[in-house]
Structure formats: structure tokens, C-alpha cells
């Protein structure tokens, strides 16, 4: 491999690199060409590649991208997991070919979010629910008291309008109800009260009509001396 060729690699691998939301290294000895292809595909699925490279290209590609940190993993023959998408689904590939494999893909350790996984860490990461299984679970939690809410407010619709029709039937609401009787309003009492008084007033005697006449002469006269 010329200057030219190393260089390319470099730039790629840097690319890999700055584009990848975790990395994952593998010791790679002793898995077959075949199986690497197998295992591209898979992590293919999960939105990431597998890159084998050397070790010193890869570091200075780590210096390139502004990731020293990668360089510790990049110890013994090496292949770098880069993932685009869901780190728990691509780690999830890595363990499941390993434990098939029962030997080769042993694993040394990550990268996420700028921070050094350890081999365990990333184990730890392969055994978490991918981002799929995750968005279920948070939709089916969301959905859950909407659907009893909805639930609720159909049984309270259906059990007032059981209600309405019932009271509809004993004929208080609609067309057959009674009419009410309209209250007596302010203005028609003064003309029951003038009524009332025309009525007592007639039935009332006459008393200066009736009264006896008193002849004025006799309170007039006088004992003779």
C-alpha cells in the first residue's frame, strides 16, 4: 500500500469515525472471511459496518477525527464496529455472532458519546431492548390511559342517553310534557289588589246614608223659668 493508498484509508476511517454514534472494537482473530462478510450484513441491518484496518492507520485517522480516546482499544488485530444507528442493536450482532462463534469476536471495549466503554459495558449494552422495542413499550404506556379515558367517556355518553330516553318516555321532556303553569307576574297585582278593594267597598254599609236625622231644634230649646 502506497502513501496515496494510506492516505485514503486514513480519510475513510476518519469519515467512519466523525459519522458514527458509537464504536465498538473486536479482536477479529480467527473468524473466516465468510464469516466477516456474514456478520457485515447483519450489522448492515442495524445501520453499521465492520472495518478491519491497522492498527496504526487507525489511530492516525483516531488523531484526524479528534478521537484520541479510541486509540487505547486499537491493541492486537482489530475491527471496528461503527454505528450509525441503535448501539444496543448493532452490540446485540457483535454478542450473538460471538457466542455462535464461541471464541473469535472476542470483544475489547467502545466508544459512545465520547466516553471508553469497557468489554462488560458493551455487553451490558448488548443485553438493553433495542430503540424499537423501547418506542413500543413508551406508545403502548401513552396509549394505555387514553384508551381508558375514551372507554370512560363512551360509557358516560351511552348511560346519559339511556337517562334522557327514559325520562322522555314517562313523558316530562319532549312534545307530550305538561306546561308548566306561568307564574302571576308583578304587574298584574295592583290590578288584583284595586279589584279586591272595588269588591270590600261594596259590601261595606253606607253609614252616613243610614245614620237617623237629629232635629237641631230640640238640642235647642230650653227649661222655662
Same mark, same amino acid.
Given at each position: $500500500?502506497?502513501? =496515496?493508498? &494510506?492516505?485514503?484509508?486514513?480519510?475513510?476511517?476518519a469519515? =467512519?469515525i466523525?459519522?458514527?454514534e458509537?464504536?465498538f472494537?473486536? !479482536?477479529?482473530?480467527?473468524i473466516?472471511v465468510?464469516?466477516?462478510?456474514?456478520?457485515?450484513t447483519?450489522?448492515? !441491518?442495524?445501520?453499521?459496518?465492520?472495518?478491519?484496518?491497522?492498527?496504526?492507520?487507525a489511530?492516525?485517522a483516531?488523531?484526524?477525527?479528534g478521537?484520541?480516546?479510541?486509540?487505547?482499544?486499537?491493541? +492486537?488485530?482489530?475491527?471496528?464496529?461503527?454505528v450509525?444507528?441503535?448501539?444496543?442493536?448493532?452490540? &446485540?450482532?457483535?454478542a450473538?455472532?460471538?457466542?455462535?462463534?464461541? #471464541?473469535?469476536?472476542?470483544?475489547k471495549?467502545?466508544?459512545?458519546?465520547?466516553?471508553?466503554?469497557? %468489554?462488560?459495558?458493551?455487553?451490558?449494552?448488548?443485553?438493553?431492548?433495542?430503540?424499537?422495542?423501547l418506542?413500543?413499550?413508551l406508545?403502548? $404506556?401513552v396509549a394505555?390511559?387514553?384508551? #381508558?379515558v375514551?372507554?370512560?367517556?363512551?360509557?358516560?355518553?351511552?348511560?346519559?342517553?339511556?337517562?334522557?330516553?327514559?325520562?322522555?318516555?314517562?313523558?316530562?321532556? +319532549?312534545? +307530550?310534557a305538561?306546561d308548566?303553569?306561568?307564574?302571576?307576574?308583578?304587574? /298584574?297585582?295592583?290590578? %288584583?289588589?284595586? !279589584?279586591?278593594?272595588?269588591?270590600?267597598?261594596?259590601?261595606e254599609?253606607?253609614?252616613e246614608?243610614?245614620?237617623?236625622?237629629?232635629?237641631?231644634? =230640640? =238640642?235647642?230649646?230650653?227649661? /222655662?223659668?
Amino acid at each position: $500500500m502506497n502513501r =496515496d493508498e &494510506k492516505a485514503a484509508v486514513i480519510d475513510q476511517i476518519a469519515e =467512519d469515525i466523525g459519522g458514527a454514534e458509537a464504536i465498538f472494537a473486536v !479482536d477479529y482473530r480467527g473468524i473466516t472471511v465468510a464469516q466477516i462478510k456474514e456478520l457485515r450484513t447483519k450489522l448492515g !441491518d442495524a445501520d453499521a459496518s465492520l472495518r478491519v484496518a491497522k492498527n496504526s492507520l487507525a489511530e492516525r485517522a483516531a488523531d484526524q477525527a479528534g478521537t484520541p480516546e479510541l486509540k487505547p482499544l486499537l491493541v +492486537g488485530p482489530t475491527a471496528l464496529a461503527f454505528v450509525r444507528g441503535d448501539a444496543a442493536a448493532a452490540a &446485540k450482532v457483535l454478542a450473538d455472532t460471538a457466542r455462535v462463534l464461541r #471464541g473469535p469476536l472476542a470483544s475489547k471495549g467502545g466508544l459512545l458519546g465520547g466516553e471508553l466503554l469497557t %468489554a462488560a459495558q458493551v455487553d451490558a449494552i448488548a443485553k438493553l431492548p433495542s430503540r424499537e422495542v423501547l418506542y413500543g413499550q413508551l406508545v403502548g $404506556m401513552v396509549a394505555a390511559p387514553l384508551t #381508558g379515558v375514551a372507554r370512560g367517556l363512551n360509557a358516560l355518553i351511552q348511560g346519559l342517553a339511556i337517562q334522557l330516553g327514559a325520562i322522555q318516555e314517562q313523558g316530562l321532556v +319532549g312534545s +307530550g310534557a305538561p306546561d308548566a303553569a306561568a307564574p302571576e307576574t308583578t304587574e /298584574d297585582a295592583p290590578a %288584583a289588589e284595586a !279589584d279586591a278593594s272595588a269588591q270590600a267597598s261594596a259590601a261595606e254599609p253606607d253609614v252616613e246614608a243610614t245614620a237617623p236625622e237629629t232635629d237641631a231644634s =230640640d =238640642d235647642a230649646t230650653t227649661p /222655662d223659668a
